[in-house]
């Protein structure tokens, strides 16, 4: 039902860009906090930066400046533009979709769906 399909990843040089972009279906994308994640081998899943439905970006610390996510919502779209890659950014980066229902009374259930991955490496 639910469907996040990735691209844009690939072998990237140091010091070079890449543009990720995730396009979903099966949900009212325009609500949905958008989030990229990525792991890298031996390592845990990490948030590298998410939009929230009203535009708000966050970051991790080790992306800032360098990364940029942006959405559009006429096209079920989110991207991660990335610059000035180092190695370490080596990854399968990992769109994500989460909603948050708020039900009163402090209570919540999210909503959360995944993409496949998509590799970046970045090496000479």
């Known amino acids: 039902q639910v469907q996040l399909v990735e691209s844009g990843g690939g072998l990237v040089q140091p010091g070079g860009s890449l543009r990720l972009s995730c396009t979903a279906s099966?949900?009212?994308?325009?609500?949905?906090?958008m989030s990229w994640y990525r792991q890298a081998p031996g390592t845990e899943r990490e948030l590298v930066a998410d939009?929230?439905?009203?535009?708000?970006?966050n970051y991790a610390d080790s992306v800032k400046g360098r990364f940029t996510i942006s959405r559009d919502n006429a096209k079920n779209t989110v991207y991660l533009q990335m610059s000035s890659l180092k190695p370490e950014d080596t990854a399968v980066y990992y769109c994500?979709?989460?909603?948050?229902?708020?039900?009163?009374?402090?209570?919540?259930?999210?909503?959360?769906?995944w993409g496949q991955g998509t590799q970046v490496t970045v090496s000479s």
């Open positions: 099966g949900i009212t994308f325009s609500i949905y906090t």
């Open positions: 994500n979709a989460k909603f948050t229902r708020k039900a009163g009374s402090g209570r919540a259930y999210e909503y959360e769906y």
């Open positions: 939009i929230s439905a009203g535009g708000t970006t």
